[in-house]
């Protein structure tokens, strides 16, 4: 009988691994990505807000080092974007939650015909961002858009209102067109959250006489909140990145009363050419989000203690 040939010793390191370090072992790929396409980019945006780098004038680098940064809190241009931004990110957040909470809930139940909503609201998901923002644009069109016919025809309105001549109303609707595109993936990730919760709660609170209300106060909020917390979060990222609908809704306007923050590093990257000052604003708003989302995550969790 032969004997079976024992393993080299590297293999004899692999089976004794215990599983910490194969866990380790097993993200490495992942880690190694994340550093080649997340890590790497944005220390190299960083590097470069760190350089007067202005491609209209010259392709020389000349390094300044934080007057990038300096000038920018003394540009009127940025610090007007940042309550714009702030104003369509928090909308945005709101709305977006919000509806898709509510849609949650109402797909969470049976009822005839539930598949195919599901269907249906996966819609908008399904749509381009820049053909969502056209959409839009059309919809509120001052001449021939379907929302002035349709309050023409209730009444409400005697004459077209031109909606994208009030900075107000263009935000708004810009928030909307973006909270609309997000709504599917929210409420998909909330509905399968709440098909997760044991149906005894639902019983046991019947039971002891809870109402519809406080079942959803007591039983189904409290195992939504870091589902919650994750959906807040992930629009708080995506609102203030947001720049196809704007780009393809209002173009910044009127004058600047939609650009938004990523919205201003876009014209400074590639309209104007200033490479530095455009990495520069990246780099803030990087930091704003990175704040914002810790914040809300700061607060839910402290709501809970």
Known sequence: MTKTPSPSGFWQRFHRMDESKFGLLLTLPTVILVLIFLALPIAYAFFMSLNQIELTISPDWDFVGVENYVGLLSDTRVTAT???????????????????????????????????????????????????????????????????????????????????????????????????????????????????????????????????????????????????????????????????????????GPGQGTVVLNYLTFVNAFERLSIGNASAMSILLALLIVSLSGLSIYISMGRKK
């Open 82 to 252: 940042i309550p714009r931004t702030l104003y369509f990110a928090g909308l945005n957040v709101v709305v977006t939650t919000l509806m898709a909470l509510c849609l949650a809930l109402v797909l969470n139940e049976n009822f005839k015909g539930r598949n195919w909503i599901r269907v249906f609201i996966l819609l908008p998901w399904a749509v381009a961002p820049v053909v969502s923002g056209v959409m839009w644009r059309y919809m509120f069109h001052q001449s021939y858009g379907l929302i002035n016919a349709i309050l023409s025809a209730l009444g409400l309105i005697n004459k077209y209102v031109v909606w994208f001549d009030d900075p107000t109303f263009a935000l708004s609707i810009a928030s909307f067109a973006t909270a609309w595109k997000a709504l599917p993936f929210s409420t998909l990730i909330l509905l399968a959250s709440m098909q997760g919760i044991s149906e005894s709660l639902f019983r046991a609170s019947k039971m002891d006489g809870a109402n519809i209300f406080h079942r959803f106060r007591y039983v189904t909020l409290p195992h939504l909140r870091p589902t919650l917390i994750f959906v807040v979060v992930l629009q708080i990222i995506s609102s203030l990145q947001a720049f196809d609908v704007i780009f393809t809704l209002t173009r910044g």
